[in-house]
């Protein structure tokens, strides 16, 4: 059975700073990219960043751009996605999804094989 979960969310300060997790089974991880993305309320979902099989590729939205970082384990099939400095337009659902092969864009959400349930970010003071 295929899974994603994410964990790590909760409610933050502005300023503040969470790691959320992506813990992956069911499916031969190594061979998949990873996505995070989020979807706030009303809004469409987006992509926030991506991390390619082999470490190498990095992408990020321009608005988490020096504020957050990507990073797998793929021994553990686990994604991380530390976010530092963290601003009330930053709350919204974060899934994780797992890609084959993303094509020429990673923000593609047709092209992620598996989703995660997701987790809440809430950013306020």
């Known amino acids: 059975q295929v899974q994603l979960v994410e964990s790590g969310g909760g409610l933050v300060q502005p300023g503040g700073s969470l790691r959320l997790s992506c813990s992956a089974s069911?499916?031969?991880?190594?061979?998949?990219?990873i996505g995070w993305f989020r979807q706030a309320p009303g809004k469409e979902r987006e992509g926030v960043s991506y991390i390619s099989t082999s470490y190498d590729t990095l992408y990020y939205a321009d608005a988490v751009k020096g504020r957050f970082t990507i990073s797998r384990d793929n021994a553990k099939n686990t994604v991380y996605l530390q976010m530092n400095d963290l601003k009330p337009e930053d709350t919204a659902v974060y899934y994780c999804?797992?890609?084959?092969?993303?094509?020429?864009?990673?923000?593609?959400?047709?092209?992620?094989?598996?989703w995660g349930q997701g987790t809440q970010v809430t950013v306020s003071s």
């Open positions: 069911g499916f031969a991880f190594y061979d998949y990219g």
């Open positions: 999804a797992a890609a084959f092969s993303t094509g020429s864009n990673w923000r593609r959400t047709p092209a992620y094989d598996y």
